[in-house]
């Protein structure tokens, strides 16, 4: 990766208060789904919230971002799980790119082991679209045990 790729990351509202610690720490770290990031260099050029159900800001915050000049879009981890995960996640994922044509990457941070616990038990990710979606933000248990 010889450029520098600005991102966006965009949180669940729900989530509003959320001072990103998991979020920055595993971008650092290049964990999670910025693991797909190692070896290169990231400069975060927008943080900010969907704006709540059903998720008006998605609008136009992709835009300010863009203005920034983000290349992708990850939209949190707490979008997949949130009880229940985010309903308006795969039109997220479809509409910032046909708006914007800025890539999108479903998750930051590794799923805190905590979560993955329930949705587990709730049988939440069982279909074969949420092990595509999960899979940059699974990690092994112990990544996992550590974003408790």
Same mark, same amino acid.
């Given at each position: 990766m010889a450029n520098k790729i600005k991102l966006g990351i965009i949180i669940c509202d729900r989530y509003r208060t959320c001072a990103g610690g998991k979020c920055f720490r595993s971008l650092r770290n290049?964990? +999670? %789904?910025?693991?797909? $990031?190692? +070896? +290169?260099?990231? /400069? @975060?050029? +927008? #943080? *900010? *919230?969907?704006?709540?159900c059903p998720g008006g800001n998605i609008e $136009? %915050? !992709?835009? =300010?971002?863009?203005? &920034?000049? %983000?290349?992708?879009?990850? @939209?949190? *981890?707490? #979008?997949v799980v949130g009880y229940p995960p985010c309903p308006h996640l795969t039109y997220f994922r479809e509409f910032i790119p046909a708006r914007y044509g800025i890539k999108?990457?479903?998750?930051?941070?590794?799923?805190?082991?905590? $979560? $993955? &616990?329930?949705? =587990?038990i709730l049988e939440t990710w069982k279909? !074969? /679209?949420?092990? /595509? *979606? @999960?899979? !940059?933000?699974i990690a092994d248990e112990k990544t996992r045990l550590s974003y408790n």
């Open positions: 290049r964990e +999670g %789904a910025f693991s797909i $990031y190692k +070896g +290169g260099e990231v /400069e @975060l050029v +927008g #943080f *900010t *919230t969907c704006g709540g $136009y %915050a !992709p835009e =300010e971002m863009q203005k &920034n000049g %983000a290349d992708v879009i990850h @939209l949190a *981890t707490g #979008f999108v990457v479903i998750g930051t941070h590794p799923i805190p082991q905590k $979560y $993955y &616990n329930i949705h =587990e279909s !074969p /679209e949420w092990k /595509e *979606t @999960l899979q !940059p933000t």
